[in-house]
């Protein structure tokens, strides 16, 4: 997943080993101004979570994905680079 914002040059980009993500716009943020922060409103920011498939331990395909047996690990590597141009 990859973003950019052109008036400031800031570059994100997220790498996982993970099949999928969750990605949130804080559609409904409202956060009042405090002690010299700047108020956030709706979509002033998102969040890009990599994970597994939503509801894949209920999905038989996937549920190999989710469900350890015992003696098995789980890993997973993320990465979050930024950087501005």
Not at 36 to 60: D, I, M, Q
């Amino acid at each position: 997943m990859a973003a950019h914002h052109p008036a400031t040059g800031i570059r994100l980009e997220v790498l996982s080993t993970e099949p999928a993500f969750q990605f949130y716009t804080g559609h409904f943020t409202d956060v009042p101004a405090v002690d010299g922060l700047p108020a956030r409103g709706p979509r002033s920011g998102f969040c890009c979570e990599p994970g597994r498939f939503v509801n894949a331990c209920n999905v038989p395909d996937w549920r190999g994905m989710t469900v350890l047996r015992k003696g098995e690990t789980y890993g997973a590597r993320i990465v979050y680079r930024i950087w501005a141009d």
